[in-house]
């Protein structure tokens, strides 16, 4: 290589090198007003998001209560022995209720006991019951679970607001499938013109339904709302129906119910707007945090109007 190629390839070099440091000083200063940028905005956001708040509640407040009274309405509550006993009774039918069973889920399979009758217990229409022998079988375990909903308080499972969830430690889908089978079992006994066992086995339904009736979520209020339904449609066969039962229909608010679950998906919107980032790392927590939470406030505002309205249009 002659001299002047060693001295343009040295120039070349030398430019090459220049070019990246001037670009890694670039980005680097980039970076740097990017992350101030971000971190004095969050410091400014954090301030504003106070005020931010009290805005948000003034609006839900007006249709319900603010935001920041909803943990008051659901302090945390345990999982009750009589909720337990529920859960056993429900195993040995074969169906799920325990949120996290100890061992395996049964009613899974479709080879299950359970799982052979289940679509036949999702209608009480017609004459003909095909799982009115699975019924005569487990007859006893029934007669068990009506007679522990009936002689002890209700049963309640945890529900716990710390971790921004709030869902009832249960499985709503176990809740349903039970509750068909004491449906199918009232059915089954005002067939067998046997009224006052068909009122006590819908006494202990409505029990068993009470906790998702009055836990804050959606999707609980919604599986709650389809076991009224259900225990409605029996409550017509009844020849004499218990005069509470008018008092109970009447107080269950169910589109009240429903809008209240939205003002807590809204509450639920904020807190992992504060929680979630910060499980990823603390300092992106901090920087990233309350930019989420200003923009949960627009869902905020929309579902306030939207619980306005359909009140507006309800009166």
């Not at 009274?69 to 169906?95: F, K, M, W």
């Not at 217990?121 to 522990?148: K, Y």
């Not at 005069?243 to 679950?261: F, N, S």
């Amino acid at each position: 290589m002659s001299f002047q190629q060693r001295l343009a390839a040295c120039v070349t070099t030398g430019f090459l090198q220049h070019m990246l440091l001037l670009g890694l000083g670039a980005g680097a200063v980039l970076i740097l007003v990017a992350f101030s940028i971000l971190f004095f905005g969050s410091l400014a956001v954090r301030a504003a998001l106070p005020a931010v708040d009290r805005h948000v509640d003034s609006g839900w407040s007006e249709v319900l209560g603010p935001l920041s009274t909803l943990p008051n309405r659901y302090p945390p509550v345990s999982t009750s022995p009589a909720a337990r006993r529920v859960e056993s009774l429900a195993s040995e039918l074969g169906i799920c209720v325990a949120d996290e069973p100890a061992g395996p889920c049964p009613g899974t399979t479709e080879e299950a006991p359970f799982e052979t009758v289940s679509t036949s217990l999702r209608t009480l229409d017609g004459h003909v019951w095909p799982a009115d022998r699975w019924l005569a079988e487990n007859g006893d375990l029934i007669q068990d679970l009506v007679a522990v909903l009936l002689t002890e308080e209700a049963p309640v499972w945890r529900l716990e607001l710390a971790d921004c969830r709030g869902d009832l430690a249960t499985d709503l889908k176990g809740q349903v499938n039970l509750q068909r089978v004491l449906m199918a079992a009232a059915h089954k006994a005002l067939r067998s013109t046997s009224p006052d066992q068909a009122s006590q086995i819908l006494e202990a339904s409505w029990r068993l339904n009470e906790g998702l009736i009055r836990s804050p979520g959606l999707d609980e209020h919604l599986a709650a709302t389809e076991v009224v339904t259900l225990q409605m449609g029996l409550l017509r066969q009844l020849p004499d129906p218990a005069d509470h039962w008018k008092l109970r229909l009447a107080a269950t608010d169910v589109q009240r119910q429903v809008l209240e679950a939205y003002r807590f998906d809204a509450w639920r919107l904020r807190c992992r707007a504060s929680s979630f980032l910060a499980n990823l790392h603390p300092a992106i927590g901090f920087v990233a945090s309350p930019f989420a939470r200003l923009m949960a406030v627009q869902q905020h505002r929309a579902m306030a109007v939207s619980y306005t309205h359909l009140r507006a249009h309800e009166t």
